[in-house]
């Protein structure tokens, strides 16, 4: 059986282009004793993959003719391990395929839920990532302003769902009239800049009369420097990532660093979503309380084809996709 793979053809110096991809065919591997053979479902489509281009993070970097690494939802096909049986569904680090084996260790059991994109969006990293981001190291008090950029993304989105559930005053910042009104219609947001029409600090301190007490920054660069300048003291700015950063040979900003932490006493602080692991049933629990009371709408952007990734990454990155961005491989069994 033919086997599909997305390789990295070379490393981008700039934008991320299809150029920088190629689909290679092999035969499907067969698992050795401990390995199963998995077939992908769903395939995450993160800013981080880009990044990852750029060297080594809190993983390993990837590399000109390296698969293109992914977290995947798969179901296995062949299993050569007591742990697992055909049928399962699992989670694993993955790369984009149309099927790979892994030690059956190191892959974990999902239960069945339906539809099994949840596992990725609400349920997966996305969701996760805000909960954490937000409630451990955000820690907003009800009536407290949230500000959170890349807002009708898959992080952003739910970021400002929950701080609406917690009873804050929420306002994103995303690009493009569309998308700001998707952010305030549908996801219940109270106001929503749109970071490409200009004018953002104007628009910005309007939408926050009472300053910010907590800023979700998933973007850095100039939004970033923007909304330090209207923290209030003792604020708390979660630094979850930086995609305006990505996909440039120019970074930018802040420049009013360290000054403004300094004279505002603020808390500035990174993670990455594995940090927090250990509360993962908690945030699951909560979430899905959050759904069921439909104070969280899970909102989700799926590309059909593994042909199709690349596109679906260097279009994350020009802002293409509404809610969590993933690929389908293969369908749901
Ligand atoms: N720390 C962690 O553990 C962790 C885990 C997951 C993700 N993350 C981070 O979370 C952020 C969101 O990632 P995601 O994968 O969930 O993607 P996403 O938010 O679903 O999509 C990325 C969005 O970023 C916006 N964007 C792109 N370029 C921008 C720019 N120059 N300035 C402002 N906004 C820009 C685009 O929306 P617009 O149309 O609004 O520009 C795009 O839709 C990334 O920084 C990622 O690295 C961190």
């Known amino acids: ?11 981008p110096q700039g934008a991320l282009g299809p150029e920088h991809f190629e689909l290679r065919e092999a035969e499907t591997p067969a698992p050795q004793d401990g390995e199963v053979l998995l077939r992908t479902i769903l395939m995450s489509i993160d800013a981080a993959n880009r990044s990852w281009m750029q060297g080594a993070t809190y993983r390993d ?29 699992v989670a694993t680090e993955s790369v ?33 990532t805000a909960f954490h981001g937000l409630m451990q190291i955000g820690q907003p008090l009800a009536g407290e302003t949230i500000v959170v950029s890349a807002a009708a993304g898959s992080v952003g989105g739910y970021v400002g769902q929950i701080g609406k559930a917690l009873g804050c005053r929420v306002v994103g910042i995303a690009g493009g009239h569309e998308k700001c009104a998707f952010v305030t219609k549908e996801l219940g947001f109270d106001a929503c800049i749109d970071y490409r029409a200009g004018g953002i600090f104007k628009a910005l301190k309007a939408a926050c009369p009472n300053g910010v007490d907590v800023y979700f920054d998933n973007v850095g660069g100039d939004i970033l420097e ?105 369908p749901d069994p």
């Open 226 to 330: 923007t909304t330090l300048a209207l923290m209030n003291e003792r604020g708390r700015v979660v630094c979850c990532g930086a995609i305006s950063q990505y996909d440039t040979t120019n970074p930018t900003g802040p420049r009013n660093l360290p000054g403004v932490v300094v004279v505002k006493r603020l808390r500035m602080e990174g993670f990455i979503v594995m940090d927090f692991a250990r509360d993962d049933a908690k945030a699951t629990r909560a979430l899905q309380a959050w759904v069921q009371q439909g104070k969280i709408q899970v909102t989700e952007d799926i590309v059909e084809g593994l042909e199709n990734a690349p596109q679906a990454l260097i279009g994350l990155l020009k802002g293409d996709n509404t809610g969590k961005r993933m690929v389908r491989v293969g």
């Open 61 to 89: 970097a990837v590399n000109a003719g390296d698969a293109m690494p992914t977290y995947a939802i798969c179901e296995v096909m062949e299993s050569k391990s007591p742990r697992l049986a055909p049928g399962d569904i």
């Open 1 to 11: 059986m033919t086997n599909r793979q997305i390789v990295v053809a070379s490393l």
């Open 96 to 128: 984009w395929a149309d099927h790979v084996t892994r030690a059956a260790h190191k892959v974990q059991k999902l239960p069945k839920v339906q539809p099994l994109s949840h596992l990725l969006s609400v349920y997966g990293i996305a969701g996760k």
